[in-house]
């Protein structure tokens, strides 16, 4: 009986001890947390106004503002090739001449039929005067010369038909065509583009076009000039929507002066659908949960969190539209382990932004 009383008190013992050490243990974690958690270090800006552009990116493509294939009219051979492919050539310009020599013999032979008609529809006027022919005769004499007329007008076209002349300025293409050889009616020699400016064509979502107007600013980059922007005005509004991509097509006008762009090209568009100034914060600040998108700002040595709504985007930075003043202070790193009332510091860094987040970058 002794025996289990002596179990007894050594177990009340032992338990008494083990919750003392405990106790002990929890005070010094206590003592040793001083009672608060550690600030944590961040980085903050100050939102800036800049000048911020509503942009619509498209794919597009180049075409010349003028461009035609340039063919033969007539059956010939070449004589005469005045085709330097990527010249520049003036309106008017002979660019090829066939054999002519039977054109200008058939023109020289109706120019005298028709020098005939006239002096024989003359002696029969001055005739009729004193009624030595009749007004029937008259009458077909002057039909003579009417018919002869209208043949020396179709021998001409024909002999103008053996030059090739540029229908207006521009870039010689590619040719194949020698000098001596016959070429058929309609044989293609080469193709001519104006190169000065060039015509820029894509399409535009359905739901833009209440914001789309002529001489809306329009860039252009292309991945053959890397960093490049080249830039043009809208000119053109398509009539339809196009029912299968629910998209307008529309047409603007690039600069081209130094001749670098081709017909044909691959571009990427950003037309600029309104243009102004706005308060803009880096886009790594912004954080998002679901369908809301927040900041957290530094209020007094503590993180206060702040929604948000954001506009138009532009490379490393993010418009603010409501949510936030320029005298805020907003928490750019280590936000992802923040929550509302945390302590923080204020780090001083030139590195908390990225400088490759402000590169110039474009849509594609």
Do not use: C
Not at 245 to 272: C, H, K, W, Y
Not at 330 to 356: F, H, K, M, Y
């Amino acid at each position: 009986m002794w025996k289990q009383w002596v179990i007894a008190i050594v177990l009340v013992v032992a338990v008494a001890a083990g919750a003392a050490i405990y106790t002990g243990l929890e005070q010094d974690a206590e003592d040793q947390g001083g009672g608060e958690a550690q600030a944590s270090g961040v980085n903050v800006i100050t939102p800036e106004r800049q000048q911020v552009r509503d942009d619509v990116g498209a794919v597009a493509s180049l075409q010349a503002l003028n461009a035609v294939e340039l063919t033969t009219e007539v059956s010939g051979r070449v004589i005469e090739i005045n085709l330097a492919p990527g010249a520049q050539v003036p309106q008017g310009a002979v660019l090829l001449r066939l054999d002519d020599r039977q054109a200008r013999a058939d023109l020289a032979v109706i120019e005298a039929q028709l020098s005939d008609a006239r002096r024989q529809f003359e002696r029969a006027q001055r005739l009729r005067a004193n009624n030595s022919v009749s007004q029937s005769q008259v009458d077909e004499l002057r039909t003579s010369v009417d018919v002869a007329m209208a043949q020396r007008q179709a021998a001409q076209v024909r002999l103008e038909n053996h030059r090739i002349e540029a229908p207006f300025a521009g870039v010689v293409g590619l040719s194949d065509v020698s000098i001596g050889a016959y070429l058929q009616a309609g044989t293609t020699i080469t193709t001519l583009d104006t190169s000065d400016r060039m015509e820029l064509s894509f399409a535009v979502p359905e739901r833009f076009i209440g914001q789309v107007r002529v001489g809306q600013m329009v860039r252009a980059t292309s991945p053959a000039f890397p960093g490049e922007s080249f830039e043009g005005e809208l000119i053109e509004l398509g009539s339809r929507i196009n029912e299968l991509s629910r998209t307008l097509t529309v047409r603007a006008l690039i600069d081209n002066a130094e001749g670098r762009l081709r017909p044909g090209q691959f571009m990427s568009a950003s037309l600029t659908l309104r243009e102004r100034e706005g308060l803009v914060v880096p886009e790594q600040a912004v954080m998002l949960r679901g369908d809301q998108k927040y900041v957290f700002v530094a209020d007094d040595g503590v993180a206060r969190r702040v929604s948000v709504q954001t506009g138009s985007r532009m490379p490393g930075m993010v418009e603010i539209v409501d949510g936030l003043s320029e005298e805020d202070q907003v928490i750019v790193t280590g936000q992802d382990r923040l929550s509302t009332g945390d302590r923080i510091r204020l780090l001083e860094s030139d590195l908390a932004i990225p400088e490759n987040r402000f590169i110039t970058s474009r849509e594609s």
